[in-house]
């Protein structure tokens, strides 16, 4: 129960740091969009652009100055802690679900036979690799050219969701891949936003030049990052609906929708310079259909968990409780928890949790205690009616499972 609290809390927590991370982003590139020249008078202050909104019952002027002013005001705002938080907390997390509860939530052994350390390493890897060809390919001169730049970077979470959705759970693969989008954004804030602007503070401050490749290098990441959040907010609630990550080609639903999201971004960018593009919603919104029609397809079924894998464990004799264990699943969750549910409301298996096999179930055996004996939430407003009885039948093996 206190694992349950603490992940509330960070998640929590996680979700506030990223509203605000998220709207300071959206915000700050709608507003250098939307800068517009100023009057004589402000240019000679060194004004270049400048923009007046109204708010709150009140008139704002926001102007953005060419070199800088005069003296570095006593209370400058820096916009760096929303994105740390995000990613802190957003790690924390990733340990607290996914690594410290891997053998649950990150591994599948119909997908790879994998020990937790094992799994927790190539997650790992997976993360701050990518990071590492994300950053050098930004220190590079293909940087010069953003089309290039931009198949290299489709390419490299192309790969990472292949691997990721070959390695691990579908849940934990598409997180994986959240939790590498989530921290080449913060390292854009870490390795080259903060330093470019601690440059031009320490220019303006000393009466040196300032160099554009500062500010135009950071505009750049910011750019980035912005194009990066929808498909990011995607895989933070992807979660919820296991046809996505549990498709037979997860990592391509992923890519599709993530690429069709950044697109549907790419429209408020360009409206936020006076360029309007309906073409570009109405393609984003048919891409969508389109994606749903073929996750959806009776031709493309959902991954199911390899029963012939599990087989062995299956058909090795139960013992007296783990059979009245396995006789509760069957009758009161496998009806949802299968890779062919029964049930008339869910079609596929409620986060991809498989209860059609003794192995399954006993790699599970947390959850299920968790929901069946201690919350209590499951089955779903016990729609199935099991009895006190068939939960203390959980709750002794459980109890005799994790005393041994």
């Not at 004996?373 to 459980?398: G, L």
Request: charged share 15%; proline share 5%; glycine share 8%.
């Amino acid at each position: 129960m206190l694992l349950d609290w603490l992940s509330l809390f960070l998640r929590w927590f996680h979700v506030i740091a990223g509203v605000a991370w998220i709207g300071a982003s959206f915000y700050f590139i709608w507003l250098d969009n939307n800068l517009r020249t100023p009057p004589d008078w402000k240019k000679q202050k060194g004004i270049k652009g400048d923009l007046w909104a109204v708010h709150g019952g009140g008139f704002y002027e926001v102007a953005k100055y060419e070199y800088g002013p005069e003296v570095i005001p006593e209370k400058l705002h820096w916009f760096k802690w929303e994105a740390y938080t995000t990613w802190i907390s957003g790690f924390l997390l990733l340990g607290l679900v996914y690594y410290h509860g891997a053998a649950i939530y990150l591994i599948d052994s119909s997908v790879m036979q994998l020990t937790p350390g094992e799994a927790i390493a190539r997650g790992l890897g997976l993360i701050f690799g990518g990071l590492f060809i994300y950053e050098a390919a930004c220190r590079s001169p293909l940087a010069r050219y953003p089309r290039v730049f931009g198949v290299m970077f489709l390419i490299l979470i192309a790969a990472a969701s292949y691997l990721a959705t070959h390695w691990f759970s579908g849940r934990g693969a598409f997180i994986h891949v959240g939790a590498l989008i989530g921290t080449i954004m913060a390292g854009n804030v870490f390795f080259k936003i903060m330093p470019a602007q601690r440059l031009m503070v320490d220019a303006v401050t000393n009466k040196t030049e300032i160099d554009p490749s500062w500010g135009l290098g950071a505009k750049l990441r910011s750019v980035h990052n912005n194009y990066l959040t929808l498909p990011l907010l995607f895989i933070m609630i992807s979660n919820h609906y296991p046809m996505t990550y549990q498709h037979q080609n997860a990592w391509l639903v992923l890519m599709a929708i993530g690429v069709v999201s950044a697109w549907i971004r790419h429209y408020f960018n360009l409206k936020h310079i006076g360029i309007s593009r309906p073409s570009i919603l109405i393609t984003g919104a048919i891409g969508m259909v389109l994606i749903a029609g073929w996750v959806s397809s009776p031709t493309t079924p959902v991954a199911e968990t390899s029963i012939t894998a599990t087989t062995p464990a299956v058909a090795a004799p139960l013992n007296t409780q783990q059979q009245a264990v396995f006789d509760v699943m069957q009758a009161h969750c496998a009806n949802c928890h299968s890779a062919k549910p029964t049930d008339d409301i869910f079609v596929i298996a409620p986060l991809g949790l498989m209860f059609d096999t003794w192995q399954q179930i006993e790699q599970r055996a947390a959850v299920i205690h968790r929901r069946a004996v201690v919350t209590k939430d499951m089955p779903m407003m016990n729609k199935t009616k099991m009895t006190e009885d068939e939960r203390q039948i959980i709750a002794t093996w459980f109890e005799d499972l994790t005393s041994k």
